[in-house]
């Protein structure tokens, strides 16, 4: 009888579920004609991408672009900055980002502060000094090689090596007692 019981109320819950699912609009992924002036004003980078991001990125910049007029003007400016700069990306570009920014993440939270600290400080640099640093990365590392002394080639060994002495890490065993 319990077991009875137990079936009926799982079916019951199977309904009520499957009933609230039926009642739950699916999220829409606004068309780009679907945006509001504002938020085609605010997401103007990516008009051109538009149709072909992914339904939950639609749906993530549409949200960014709803809290956009609380932001303060450098945040606006900042972020309209930044979503110019990604879309001039090419895909590859971005893959290479999305991967350097998920090794970043890896590293410990106090080496990341001293990484963010340096590129702070990289960022204050003059644009020559910049330039300077840029060239000096993109060329190929240098090769070690062995200084020319000037002296004369090594010459074989004209007599063999005297034999090897080989010495036991085991103390010698004690004299025999007489």
Known sequence: MGSKRIARLIAAIAIVASAQAAATPPLTVPAWKDLTPDQQRTLAPLAKEWKDLPDERKRKWAGIADRFPGYTPEEQSRLQRRMET??????????????????????????????????????????????????????????????KTGAAPLKPLSAPLPPRVVVSKKPAPPPPVE
């Open 86 to 147: 990604w879309f001039a990306l090419t895909p590859e570009e971005r893959a290479t980002a999305r991967d350097q920014y998920r090794n970043l993440q890896r590293i410990p939270a106090e080496k990341r502060e001293v990484l963010r600290e340096k590129w702070m400080t990289y960022q204050e640099l003059p644009s020559e000094e910049k330039s300077r640093f840029k060239e000096a990365a993109s060329k190929p590392a240098a090769k070690a090689s062995i200084p």
